[in-house]
């Protein structure tokens, strides 16, 4: 049995707005993400995780921050393009587990909506799709509240 397995890291620093959006889900919050797409820090290290798995780069390669193209897009375009290059090569997504690092906004409370979109936007059942949180201790970049950090594992089988 061919099982693959690829990580993905993210990182994106806070700047002005009134929400983020992570794993597809908008959370209100006092600041933004600032990103050349719509900052989804979590979504983009899940994306990395799939295209690891696959040693097929990573998502700047798939989707350079220098074409003007990409401005403002949606995450969800990104992992739907992993997952698609997945199953072109045969493979079946058999978990995801993504990791958010930050102080606030709390995650908790949206994990579950944030099982759901990815979900719907992988063609996997929430039962294999974890999203969890963990603050850094007040220590780091994410701990002074200057952004957030994600870091993703996604196992691929040989269908």
């Known amino acids: 049995m061919d099982i693959r397995l690829g990580n993905g890291f993210d990182v994106h620093a ?32 899940v994306t990395d995780a799939i295209y690891g798995a696959l040693a097929m780069g990573d998502i700047g390669q798939h989707f ?9 897009a949606e995450s969800h375009i990104f992992l739907k393009h992993s997952v698609d290059l997945a199953r072109e ?8 587990d993504c990791t958010i690092i930050c102080e606030h906004p709390k995650i ?13 936007i992988t063609g996997i059942g929430e039962d294999r799709i974890s999203v969890k949180a963990t603050t850094s201790e007040r220590l780091g ?3 002074r509240g200057e952004g957030i950090a994600s870091l993703a594992t996604c196992t691929l089988v040989k269908t």
């Open 141 to 143: 970049f994410t701990g």
């Open 64 to 72: 350079p921050p220098s074409d003007p193209q990409w401005k403002g």
């Open 108 to 120: 908790g409370p949206h994990s579950a909506a944030m099982r759901t979109r990815m979900a719907e």
């Open 14 to 45: 806070f700047e002005g707005g009134d929400h983020v959006t992570l794993c597809g889900v908008r959370i209100a919050h006092d600041q933004g993400l600032k990103g050349h797409s719509d900052a989804d820090v979590a979504m983009h290290a």
């Open 89 to 96: 090569n045969g493979f079946a997504i058999g978990n995801i």
